[in-house]
């Protein structure tokens, strides 16, 4: 149980056009979902918090017009990286867990997304 | 906010003899935390977590210790196999639910 999946797992796109990355819950409804970027060889790094009908929360640093989180369902996010650039390729890992908000229910990872940025 | 601390950043060790990674923490509310192992390339793997409501948990061949009062957790890896050859990051969850990773250790198994 407790299956994340990601797509695409890798995307190859020009700079300045936008990519959008989805992940999904399969087999548990997910209250809440995290995207983190992990660039090579580094830890993961936190970049917003989704709540199903409510908008995402933003680490700070991060640009919230830049990276758009959408939670529509309790199976589904997506994170758009909208005008990208070769700055952006970085590997996108989603995680979900179907505590709300403030719970330390197990966080269950993605497969990740390879973005690549020309 | 919460820090995570990782240490070493590399650990070799022969097949068989076991493995230690420590990390410490700063928020005393957190309260949870899991150990994740990840594979070039893949996705992190939960291999163990431990609540602050217990000191020390165990798995097969994987423990981990928690000291509350210390702010410190560690894991620990007997009879290591080359499988266990991998990063593994350690985390503490902030009062939101929030994971804070440590910045990871390379462990290699030697046959």
């Known amino acids: 149980g407790a299956v994340v999946s990601q797509h695409p797992s890798w995307v190859i796109c020009k700079s300045g056009t936008s990519v959008k990355i989805e992940c999904r819950s399969l087999?548990?409804?997910?209250?809440?979902m995290f995207w983190y970027r992990q660039f090579p060889k580094q830890s993961l790094m936190l970049m917003a918090t989704?709540?199903?009908?409510?908008?995402?929360?933003?680490e700070q640093g991060v640009e919230k017009d830049k990276f758009l989180i959408n939670h529509a369902s309790l199976t589904l996010s997506t994170l758009t990286v909208t005008s990208a650039h070769p700055e952006d390729s970085s590997f996108y890992i989603c995680?979900?867990?179907?505590?709300?908000?403030?719970?330390?229910?197990?966080?269950?990872f993605g497969p990740g997304t390879r973005l690549t940025v020309l | 906010g919460e820090n995570v601390e990782q240490h070493p950043s590399t650990l070799s060790v022969q097949e068989g003899d076991s493995a230690v990674i420590k990390c410490t923490y700063s928020?005393?509310?957190?309260?949870?935390f899991p150990w994740y192992k990840q594979e070039l390339g893949k996705r992190p793997q939960l291999i163990i977590d431990i609540r602050s409501n217990v000191g020390e948990k165990k798995d097969q061949r994987i423990a981990v210790t928690l000291n509350k009062t210390a702010k410190h957790f560690s894991l620990h890896i007997t009879e290591t196999q080359p499988e266990d050859s991998a990063v593994y990051f350690c985390a503490a969850s902030d009062s939101w639910g929030k994971l804070q990773f440590g910045a990871g250790t390379q462990v290699v198994v030697t046959p």
């Open positions: 989704s709540n199903e009908g409510s908008k995402a929360t933003y």
């Open positions: 087999d548990f409804q997910a209250t809440t």
């Open positions: 928020d005393s509310a957190s309260n949870y």
């Open positions: 995680s979900a867990s179907w505590g709300g908000r403030g719970s330390t229910d197990t966080q269950y």
